[in-house]
């Protein structure tokens, strides 16, 4: 898609679906600032985030919460990531859900996308809590669950759960994972 310039938030926000995951990062992580396109995740790793997002809805629906899978999450201005799953207090038909409104998100790792570099972004918008799924990218066989919670700007590990494993917590809500169920392929 042809743009005369740098996207700003306004221009990010008039864009609808794409098939692209397309975020609008506007930092010193990226030299270009602006808009950061990279291909679709790889079906493996949509299968676990769809699995992931169920198990976090069923979970998270007694509390009033909301699961939204791959939602643009507007985390300040100029800076809107799509996480795999975020759970929280969101509207129905909204295209761009602020930070305040989420009360965890959850992301896949993936071999391009580096969860590390995301999650300080997610802490430093107050996100409490962070579900980090990390898939064996050779074969997309094993998966480990790290929940981590936000200190200050930064997340701690809260619990883990490697493959075989269920994790288990009572924050942010009652949650009760089986790893093994991330991998119905």
Same mark, same amino acid.
């Given at each position: 898609?042809? /743009?005369?310039? $740098?996207?700003?938030?306004d221009?990010?926000?008039?864009?609808? #679906?794409?098939?692209?995951?397309?975020?609008?990062?506007?930092?010193?992580?990226?030299? @270009?600032?602006?808009?950061w396109?990279?291909?679709?995740?790889?079906?493996? /790793?949509?299968?676990?985030?769809w699995?992931?997002?169920?198990q976090?809805?069923? #979970?998270?629906?007694g509390?009033?919460?909301?699961?939204?899978?791959?939602?643009? =999450?507007?985390l300040?201005?100029n800076?809107?990531?799509?996480?795999d799953v975020?759970?929280?207090?969101f509207?129905?038909?909204?295209?761009?859900?602020?930070?305040?409104?989420?009360?965890?998100?959850? @992301?896949v790792?993936s071999?391009?996308?580096?969860?590390?570099?995301?999650?300080p972004f997610? #802490?430093?918008?107050?996100?409490?809590w962070? =579900?980090?799924?990390?898939? @064996?990218?050779?074969?997309?066989?094993?998966?480990?669950?790290?929940?981590?919670?936000?200190?200050?700007?930064?997340?701690?590990? /809260?619990?883990? #759960?490697? $493959?075989?494993?269920?994790?288990?917590?009572?924050?942010?809500?009652?949650?009760?994972?089986?790893?093994?169920?991330?991998? @119905?392929?």
């Amino acid at each position: 898609m042809a /743009h005369p310039s $740098f996207w700003t938030e306004d221009a990010f926000q008039v864009l609808q #679906a794409s098939k692209d995951r397309i975020e609008l990062w506007d930092g010193g992580l990226h030299v @270009d600032h602006g808009l950061w396109v990279n291909p679709s995740p790889n079906n493996a /790793h949509n299968q676990i985030a769809w699995l992931l997002a169920n198990q976090l809805s069923a #979970a998270a629906r007694g509390t009033g919460l909301q699961t939204v899978q791959g939602p643009n =999450l507007q985390l300040s201005p100029n800076l809107i990531l799509t996480p795999d799953v975020a759970v929280g207090r969101f509207g129905r038909v909204t295209a761009i859900n602020r930070a305040p409104e989420a009360t965890l998100v959850a @992301d896949v790792a993936s071999p391009g996308i580096s969860a590390a570099a995301r999650a300080p972004f997610y #802490a430093e918008a107050r996100i409490n809590w962070y =579900l980090l799924a990390e898939p @064996d990218f050779a074969t997309y066989t094993t998966v480990t669950l790290h929940l981590l919670h936000r200190e200050g700007t930064a997340y701690l590990r /809260h619990t883990t #759960a490697q $493959f075989g494993q269920t994790l288990t917590a009572q924050q942010p809500f009652p949650l009760t994972i089986s790893t093994t169920t991330l991998l @119905d392929f």
